[in-house]
């Protein structure tokens, strides 16, 4: 069977790959520590849960609208309001079977052979495959020490520029977007007349009281210019109930409705309560989650810093660190390959992120698990020694 140019190109997820490999070795009975997750490891709240099973009890298990329920729109539109302080109908949300879906939707529905969209390293791993699965290319913008600059965006902006992705705060590195980098980012767009996708599902899991904003909450220009991106998997613990949803100019998200309804249709119903229950409901789990993800945040940060070669600056949210291990000589493929075989440690490399200095470590688990798995990070370290200056 000959498969298409499109599908032989993309890469496999490096997350999910050795998230695999972890879970196989854990099957064979090794007491393997993985890292690598990209969920709370919470439960989803107990409303949540039985939200849920009061859809299913009234029988609200058939079809619903492709782009959702607009119960569901209406709390979205609102949290919107209140929160994020911008201006959606419900005509301009929709709601997908994840973020994911939701960023794959806009990527289907606006670029084209040709076109170029700008990412800042590091970025999420799937930004960069669904932008070539649409025929468009990436161009790969740096940060400084992490942080994202608007002047390095500047510099890769050409006439064949249709979008650029931002992410705050960040996944993998934690960092969030300054708001003095955050205006110079929406006049580049307007000036430019590019469109922005914000990518916005970590913006609640903050730490140190840093404040959260949205791009398209700051003038009417770049609202115009701005589709954002959600989804209720990491603030509420339900990344299996595939609920993600965006909001933005209403041509594009009726474009967007239209490709949905022929692809996927409607999001699972259940999920659709469960996610209603989620926004509008008690958001007390959330505010406990991020304290336990903040205590131990500094654990890890701490630990990294102690180790032979490693150097970690502090995440200002995320559930993850971003070390630089270049100290230890190895690139982050070799680095997670060999802590997973020698000390059952499974973690994410950054070579997929856009950064090969840095491994993705997720700190979404237990604070005996960090322990342990830290323990062993720093035994390989020292096993291999420090073969760069620090």
Request: overall charge neutral.
């Given at each position: 069977?000959?498969?298409?140019?499109?599908?032989?190109?993309?890469?496999?997820?490096?997350?999910?790959?050795?998230?695999?490999?972890?879970?196989?070795?854990?099957?064979?009975?090794?007491?393997?520590?993985?890292?690598?997750?990209?969920?709370?490891?919470?439960?989803?709240?107990?409303?949540?849960?039985?939200?849920?099973?009061?859809?299913?009890?009234?029988?609200?298990?058939?079809?619903?609208?492709?782009?959702?329920?607009?119960?569901?729109?209406?709390?979205?539109?609102?949290?919107?309001?209140?929160?994020?302080?911008?201006?959606?109908?419900?005509?301009?949300?929709?709601?997908?079977?994840?973020?994911?879906?939701?960023?794959m939707?806009?990527?289907?529905?606006?670029?084209?052979?040709?076109?170029?969209?700008?990412?800042?390293?590091?970025?999420?791993?799937?930004?960069?495959?669904?932008?070539?699965?649409?025929?468009?290319?990436?161009?790969?913008?740096?940060?400084?020490?992490?942080?994202?600059?608007?002047?390095?965006?500047?510099?890769k902006?050409?006439?064949?520029?249709?979008?650029?992705?931002i992410?705050?705060?960040?996944?993998?590195?934690?960092?969030?977007?300054?708001?003095?980098?955050?205006?110079?980012?929406?006049?580049?767009?307007?000036?430019?007349?590019?469109?922005?996708?914000?990518?916005?599902?970590?913006?609640?899991?903050?730490?140190?009281?840093?404040?959260?904003?949205?791009?398209?909450?700051?003038?009417?220009n770049?609202?115009?210019?701005?589709?954002?991106?959600?989804?209720?998997?990491?603030?509420?613990?339900?990344t299996?109930?595939?609920?993600?949803?965006?909001?933005?100019?209403?041509?594009?998200?009726?474009?967007m409705?239209?490709?949905?309804?022929?692809?996927?249709?409607?999001?699972?119903?259940?999920?659709?309560k469960?996610?209603?229950?989620?926004?509008?409901?008690?958001q007390?789990?959330?505010?406990?989650?991020?304290?336990?993800?903040?205590?131990?945040?500094?654990?890890?940060?701490?630990?990294?810093?102690?180790?032979?070669?490693?150097?970690?600056?502090?995440?200002?949210?995320?559930?993850?660190?971003f070390?630089?291990?270049?100290?230890?000589?190895?690139?982050?493929?070799?680095?997670?390959?060999?802590?997973?075989?020698?000390?059952?440690?499974a973690?994410?490399?950054?070579?997929?992120?856009?950064?090969?200095?840095?491994?993705?470590?997720?700190?979404?688990?237990?604070?005996?698990?960090?322990?342990?798995?830290?323990?062993?990070?720093?035994?390989?370290?020292?096993?291999?020694?420090?073969?760069?200056?620090?």
């Amino acid at each position: 069977m000959k498969l298409t140019k499109r599908v032989k190109e993309i890469k496999s997820s490096v997350t999910l790959s050795i998230s695999a490999k972890a879970n196989e070795m854990k099957k064979q009975g090794m007491d393997v520590i993985a890292f690598g997750v990209g969920e709370p490891d919470f439960d989803t709240p107990d409303n949540i849960k039985e939200a849920a099973k009061k859809a299913i009890d009234e029988g609200f298990t058939k079809y619903t609208p492709a782009s959702g329920i607009i119960e569901l729109k209406k709390a979205i539109a609102e949290k919107f309001l209140k929160e994020n302080n911008i201006i959606y109908e419900e005509s301009q949300i929709i709601i997908s079977n994840g973020a994911k879906q939701s960023l794959m939707n806009i990527c289907l529905t606006v670029l084209e052979e040709g076109d170029e969209v700008i990412l800042i390293k590091p970025f999420w791993l799937s930004y960069n495959e669904q932008i070539k699965m649409c025929g468009a290319t990436p161009v790969f913008a740096e940060s400084e020490n992490l942080k994202v600059k608007a002047k390095l965006i500047e510099t890769k902006i050409s006439d064949k520029t249709k979008m650029i992705i931002i992410n705050s705060p960040c996944n993998p590195s934690g960092k969030i977007i300054e708001l003095q980098e955050l205006e110079k980012i929406a006049d580049l767009c307007v000036k430019h007349n590019i469109l922005c996708v914000s990518d916005e599902p970590y913006e609640k899991i903050l730490f140190d009281k840093n404040k959260h904003v949205s791009i398209a909450s700051l003038n009417k220009n770049i609202y115009g210019r701005t589709i954002t991106v959600n989804a209720v998997s990491k603030t509420y613990s339900m990344t299996g109930w595939r609920i993600g949803y965006c909001a933005g100019p209403k041509e594009l998200i009726k474009a967007m409705n239209n490709l949905q309804s022929h692809s996927t249709s409607g999001p699972c119903s259940i999920a659709q309560k469960a996610a209603l229950e989620a926004i509008s409901g008690n958001q007390e789990s959330v505010e406990i989650m991020i304290r336990e993800f903040e205590k131990r945040r500094n654990y890890v940060v701490e630990r990294l810093n102690q180790m032979k070669g490693v150097i970690c600056s502090k995440p200002e949210g995320t559930f993850y660190t971003f070390p630089d291990i270049s100290g230890t000589g190895l690139s982050s493929i070799q680095f997670c390959e060999r802590i997973l075989e020698e000390e059952l440690v499974a973690a994410v490399p950054g070579e997929p992120f856009g950064d090969d200095a840095c491994i993705r470590i997720s700190f979404a688990t237990s604070m005996n698990n960090l322990k342990e798995g830290l323990a062993r990070i720093e035994r390989f370290c020292n096993k291999i020694g420090d073969t760069h200056e620090r």
